[in-house]
């Protein structure tokens, strides 16, 4: 099966997605996403200029020494441009192979280790009360996982709560936006937060928490130690990562599960965090970290260190990511949970997919491939849209702070 062509699709229907898609000479196709939030022409580019006149001619059976090739070939490795363009290749290969088998990928990769995905919701609110509201309605949609964010008194915006009554999306048309952070209202909130939401919905749900990176490793301690009497499921990202010692620090005085690795871009980002047991769920994602193939290398580490599976799933990843994913959570024998934001109906109606939410759970489908494919006369009714992620800067100085 040879390689005849290959394009990059941009297209924005509510936000921007960068999708490759692969053409062979037995005239099937395949899909990879290649989306960077807030930095989709980067990763476009690169899989214009530099990827897709090394594709043409080329086997796309031979996936592993296509990603090596890729990542070895190119000298310049790593970061998330890079591995984001080599993930949409990987996962476009993946994509055709399954094809070419007239299987799901998942029964390529092995077949299921399950029968069904857990994932999480996100409930957002302005306040306490309007969280507590949101983890309910999350409830009787079916969800038994559900992650819980608030509005903190004193601060004018928070991640991961909207303002204007739609759907969370932090990035935003024009220049980036500027938000004020204080680590000390927001400590003294978060576990307000919890006591309320577990009140609400007792001991059987799983409520899971995202710092976003805003706070130091013995702030993240000391949160993590005033958390656990609600018994979270994890407490995603609580420090940068990149000083992954700290994680030992935040270790040593909580007990509180912890989750990191959407911005990782590669095994090597989360080794130590891994070999050394400092993490419980690594959430590195199929575009971010290099494709299904390099995500099987970190899972296979992980499923040694009792680590477990988490990836990130927000809506700055298209269908075609989530698609992919499912089929690995479907497979991958250390699953731990699955992020769930649903796509706006324009972005359904550009990716009609395969995969399915019931109950809580979600299936990748039975369709040949990853299941889902792309409308690319509706998708060029959408056209790229430039925006940012926000900025964070300290409410009392102005200092650039981690958003």
């Known amino acids: 099966m040879k390689i005849t062509g290959a394009r990059v699709i941009v ?111 996100h409930a957002n609110g302005r306040d306490i009360a309007e969280t507590v509201d949101e983890v309910h309605r999350h409830a009787a949609l079916g969800y038994r996982a559900i992650r819980a964010q608030s509005g903190v008194p004193g601060l004018d915006k928070v991640y991961g709560v909207a303002t204007d009554g739609k759907p969370y999306e932090p990035a935003t048309k024009g220049l980036p936006a500027e938000q004020d952070w204080d680590s000390s209202r927001y400590l003294r909130h978060a576990p307000k937060l919890f006591e ?16 976003h990176h805003r706070l130091t490793p013995i702030e993240a301690a000391r949160l993590g130690k005033d958390l656990e009497p609600y018994r979270l499921f994890w407490m995603e990202d609580p420090t940068p990562a990149e000083n992954q010692e700290a994680f030992r620090l935040i270790r040593q005085h909580t ?38 193939t390099h995500l099987r290398r970190i899972a296979d580490l992980a499923a040694l260190y009792q680590v477990r599976t988490g990836s990130h799933g927000a809506t700055d990843l298209s269908p075609v990511c989530m698609g992919a994913a499912l089929h690995f959570d479907l497979w991958v024998p250390n699953f731990g949970i699955q992020e769930h934001m649903p796509h706006n109906e324009a972005t359904d109606e550009v990716f009609p997919h395969a995969y399915r939410y019931e109950a809580g759970f979600m299936h990748p489908g039975e369709a040949p491939g990853h299941g889902v494919e792309i409308d690319e006369k509706l998708a060029a009714k959408y056209p790229y849209e430039r925006a940012y992620l926000p900025v964070n800067r300290l409410q009392r100085d102005g200092a650039l702070w981690d958003w």
Request: a negative charge; glycine letters at 10%.
């Open 196 to 211: 309320a939401v577990r009140d609400a919905v007792g001991p059987d749900y799983e409520l899971l928490h995202d710092v």
């Open 255 to 292: 007990t509180t599960p912890l989750a990191v690795g959407e911005i990782f871009n590669t095994v090597w980002d989360c080794k130590g965090l891994i070999e050394n047991q400092l993490i419980d769920f690594i959430r590195t994602t199929v575009v971010h970290a290099g494709g299904i």
């Open 11 to 121: 297209c924005c229907p509510g936000r921007n997605f960068v999708t490759l898609k692969i053409e062979t000479d037995t005239g099937l196709t395949g899909l990879g996403d290649a989306s960077l939030n807030g930095r989709e022409l980067a990763v476009a580019s690169y899989l214009t200029e530099h990827v897709l006149p090394l594709l043409i001619g080329r086997d796309a059976t031979r996936i592993e020494d296509m990603w090596q090739y890729l990542y070895r070939g190119a000298y310049w490795r790593r970061g998330p441009v890079t591995m984001s363009a080599i993930a949409a290749v990987d996962t476009a290969l993946w994509d055709l192979k399954a094809k070419e088998a007239g299987m799901p990928l998942y029964q390529l990769l092995g077949g299921a280790s399950r029968e069904r995905v857990l994932v999480y919701a």
